[in-house]
C-alpha cells in the first residue's frame, strides 16, 4: 500500500524549493523581469548555506547568509539587465554559468576535490515532519497575493509590470522598484537553494539544483503569474519528483532514468497545454528607460 | 554597434581585422581577470599565468606541439556548438539546448555503430556523422516546434530538453548501448574503421603523438559555411532580420515560423555534429557524462565572439587554451580546479555585455 499522508508529505517537501523560488520570480516577473538567472541563485544559496554552516554553527545564519547570496547575485543581474537594459534573458544565462563557476571553485577550495562529502545539519521539521523553510514558503503564498492585490506598493509593482510608463508618470519609480523586486526575487531563490542543501539533503553537490530553477519559471507561466497557482503547480512537481520513491518502493520494474527524466518532460507537458501567456505582464521581457 | 543594428554585410577582411582586434582587447582583459582571480584564491599570479601559458601554448622544456593542438582539439566542440548558439541566438532565440542537442546526436551515432559494425568504415562513419547531425536538427526541432505552435519560451524548453536527453543518454549507456560485459555504464569501442584519422604524422610534430584529427576540418569549414550562410544569402538575411526586427520582418512578409524552424534545425545539426566528431575523433566509446558541458560553454563562446561566426572560432581557440590551461594549473596547484573556467567566461561575457548596454543605454534598441 501506498502511505498516502506520508506522500503528500514528501511531496509538500520536494515542491518547497520550486515554490519558494517560484514566489520569488512571480514577484520578479509581475514587475516585468524575467530572470532565468534564479537557477543560479538558487545553487548560490545552495552553497553559502552549507559554507556559512561549517563555519558558524547555527542554522539560522547559514539561511540568512543563503538569502544574502542570492539576493547579492540578483541584485548583479539588476545592475546589467534592468539599470543598463540588456537583454534578461542574456544577462540570466550568464548569472547561471557564474553561479556554477563561482559554487564549484569555492566548494573545491574550501572543500577538497569533487566526490567529497560535507555533511551539515538538516533543518529541524516544526508541525507535520515539515521544516521552516517549508512553512515559510507556505505562508508567503496567501501574503503574495495580499501584497499584490490589496496593497498600494502591489499594485505599483503590477504596473511596472503591465504600464511602465503610466506607473512612471503617476509616480513610481520604475527601476528602483524592478531592482527590488529583482533582489526579492533572488533572496527567495537563495532560500529555495538552502531548502535543498540544509533543508533536505544535509550536504552540497555541485549543480545540485539540476535545473529546478528553469522548473520554478515554468511553475510561475502554468501557474498564470498567480500565488495560488504557483502552489498548485509547484505540488504538481513535487508529486512527479515523489513518483521515484514510490516506485523504488512499489518495484516498478522501470528504468530509474525514466523517474529522474519526468519532472522536466512534466514541465514540458504543462507549458504545452497552458500555450496562452494572456494573463502574462504586458511588459514582460522588456527593458524600461527613463525618457 | 553598427554592425548588430543593421543586418549589413561586412566585408570578410573587415570581420576579419575586427575579430582579431577584438581578440586582442579580450586577450588583455581577460588576462586581468585571470590575475584578479588569482589574487583572490591566493595563487601567485605570475605562478599561475605560467601555468595556464604552459597548459594551453607550451614550453620550451615540454615543447609545443602536445599542448597546442590539445587547444586546438578542445577548441573543435566548442566551435560547433558556439557556432549553433550564433545561428540560434541571430534568429533571436535563446536557445540552451546545445548541450541536449549534443547528447542526443551522439547517442544516435553510437546506435548507428552498434547497428552498422558489419558496413565499411567510410560508410559507417558517414551515416554516423548524418545520423547525429539530424537527430540533433530534430531535438531543436522540437523546442522550435514548441515555441511556434504552443508558444513555450524556447530557454526554459531547451533546458528541459538538455536534461531529458541527459536521462536518455544515461539509460542508453546502461540499456541497449552498454558495453558487451554489461558493468560499466558504457557502449563497447566504436569500429576502428569508423573513427576519425589524425591528421597530423609523427615526422612533422618531432615525434610527439598528437590527438589532432580530421574534425578540425570540418569545424574549419562549418565555420565557413555558416558565415557564408548568414552574411551572403538572401536566407540568412532573413534570419538575421528576424532577431533583430521582427516587426521589419513581418513587413517584409518572411515567414518569421518557418525561418525559426529552419534556424533552431541549423543549430541542432552543428550541435549533432559537434557531438559525433567528438565520440570519432577522440574518445571512441560513448559514455556517462559524456560532454564536460561543451554545450554551454558554447554560450559565451558565441556572445564573446559577437554572435558572428569567426569571432565564436576565435573565442573556441581561447576558451580551448583556457580549458587546457587551467587543467594544467589544477594539476599543479591546490585549491584551483577547472570550474575556473566558469567564473572566468561568466566574468568575460558579463564585461561584454555591460560594455555594450553602456555603450547603447541610451539608445531605443535592446542590446545582447
Known amino acids: 500500500m501506498i502511505d498516502i499522508i506520508a506522500t503528500l508529505q514528501g511531496a509538500i517537501t520536494l515542491a518547497t524549493p520550486l515554490l519558494l523560488a517560484a514566489i520569488g520570480e512571480t514577484v520578479s516577473q509581475k514587475s516585468g523581469v524575467v530572470n532565468v538567472g534564479i537557477e543560479g541563485m538558487m545553487l548560490m544559496g545552495a552553497f553559502s548555506a552549507v559554507l556559512a554552516i561549517t563555519i558558524l554553527p547555527n542554522l539560522a545564519m547559514g539561511i540568512a547568509v543563503a538569502g544574502l547570496a542570492g539576493g547579492l547575485l540578483a541584485l548583479l543581474f539588476a545592475v546589467f539587465a534592468v539599470r543598463l537594459s540588456a537583454n534578461q534573458v542574456v544577462v540570466g544565462v550568464v548569472m547561471n554559468l557564474l553561479a556554477l563557476g563561482i559554487t564549484g571553485t569555492l566548494y573545491r577550495a574550501r572543500f577538497g576535490e569533487t566526490g567529497t562529502f560535507v555533511k551539515t545539519p538538516i533543518l529541524p521539521s516544526l508541525l507535520f515532519g515539515q521544516n521552516i523553510l517549508t512553512w515559510f514558503a507556505l505562508i508567503s503564498v496567501p501574503l503574495l497575493w495580499l501584497w499584490l492585490y490589496k496593497t498600494r506598493s502591489g499594485l505599483a509593482v503590477r504596473a511596472c509590470g503591465e504600464q511602465p510608463i503610466a506607473a512612471e508618470a503617476s509616480g513610481a519609480n520604475v527601476l528602483r522598484l524592478r531592482t527590488l523586486c529583482v533582489v526579492f526575487g533572488g533572496v527567495m531563490a537563495g532560500l529555495a537553494g538552502a531548502s535543498l542543501s540544509v533543508g533536505t539533503a544535509g550536504t552540497f553537490i555541485e549543480n545540485m539544483t539540476a535545473g529546478r530553477g528553469f522548473i520554478a519559471l515554468a511553475i510561475v507561466t502554468s501557474g498564470r503569474w498567480s500565488a495560488l497557482g504557483c502552489l498548485i503547480a509547484a505540488l504538481v512537481f513535487g508529486g512527479v519528483e515523489q513518483l521515484q520513491f514510490i516506485g523504488q518502493a512499489q518495484g516498478w520494474r522501470l528504468p530509474y532514468q525514466l523517474f529522474l527524466a519526468l519532472p522536466y518532460v512534466v514541465t514540458l507537458a504543462l507549458l504545452m497545454l497552458g500555450g496562452k501567456t494572456g494573463q502574462a505582464p504586458a511588459f514582460l521581457g522588456r527593458p524600461y528607460r527613463r525618457a | ?368
Not at chain 2, 178 to 191: F, G, N, R, Y
Open chain 2, 1 to 368: 554597434m553598427s554592425d548588430t543594428n543593421l543586418p549589413n554585410a561586412p566585408t570578410p577582411l573587415i570581420t576579419l581585422l575586427r575579430a582579431l582586434a577584438k581578440g586582442v582587447t579580450y586577450s588583455v582583459g581577460l588576462t586581468v581577470l585571470l590575475v584578479l582571480t588569482f589574487l583572490a584564491l591566493r595563487v601567485p599570479p605570475m605562478e599561475g599565468l605560467a601555468k595556464i601559458w604552459e597548459g594551453a601554448i607550451g614550453s620550451k622544456d615540454d615543447g609545443y606541439w602536445y599542448p597546442l593542438t590539445e587547444t586546438l582539439l578542445k577548441a573543435i566542440p566548442l566551435t560547433l556548438t558556439g557556432l549553433s548558439v550564433v545561428v540560434a541566438w541571430r534568429a533571436g532565440l535563446f536557445s540552451i539546448g546545445a548541450e541536449g542537442q549534443l547528447t542526443i546526436g551522439i547517442v544516435v551515432a553510437t546506435s548507428i555503430a552498434k547497428l552498422g559494425a558489419h558496413l565499411p568504415g567510410t560508410l559507417l562513419a558517414i551515416f554516423m556523422l548524418i545520423g547525429a547531425m539530424s537527430s540533433g536538427a530534430l531535438w531543436g526541432l522540437l523546442a522550435a516546434w514548441l515555441r511556434i505552435r504552443r508558444n513555450v519560451q524556447e530557454v526554459i524548453s531547451t533546458i528541459m530538453l538538455n536534461y531529458i536527453a541527459l536521462q536518455i543518454l544515461a539509460w542508453a549507456v546502461e540499456g541497449p548501448l552498454q558495453e558487451a560485459t554489461h558493468v560499466k555504464p558504457q557502449s563497447d569501442p566504436l569500429p576502428t574503421a569508423a573513427l576519425l584519422p589524425r591528421i597530423l604524422p609523427m615526422s612533422l610534430t618531432d615525434g610527439i603523438q598528437t590527438r589532432l584529427h580530421l574534425g578540425v576540418v570540418f569545424a574549419v569549414i562549418a565555420v565557413i559555411m555558416v558565415t557564408i550562410y548568414l552574411f551572403r544569402t538572401p536566407g540568412g538575411f532573413a534570419l538575421r532580420l528576424i532577431g533583430q526586427n521582427p516587426e521589419a520582418a513581418k513587413l517584409a512578409r518572411l515567414n518569421a515560423d518557418s525561418i525559426r524552424l529552419k534556424a533552431m534545425a541549423l543549430s541542432g545539426a552543428l550541435c549533432g555534429l559537434a557531438g559525433a566528431i567528438e565520440l570519432m575523433g577522440v574518445t571512441g566509446t560513448l559514455y556517462r557524462d559524456f560532454s564536460p558541458g561543451w554545450g554551454y560553454t558554447a554560450i559565451p563562446v558565441a556572445l564573446l565572439g559577437g554572435l558572428h561566426p569567426v569571432g565564436a572560432a576565435f573565442s573556441a581557440l581561447f576558451f580551448g587554451g583556457l580549458t587546457s590551461g587551467t587543467s594544467n594549473l589544477a594539476r599543479f596547484t591546490k585549491g584551483v580546479s577547472s570550474v575556473l573556467v566558469y567564473v572566468i567566461q561568466g566574468a568575460a561575457v558579463l564585461a561584454v555585455v555591460g560594455a555594450r548596454a553602456w555603450k547603447n543605454r541610451k539608445a531605443g534598441t535592446e542590446v545582447d
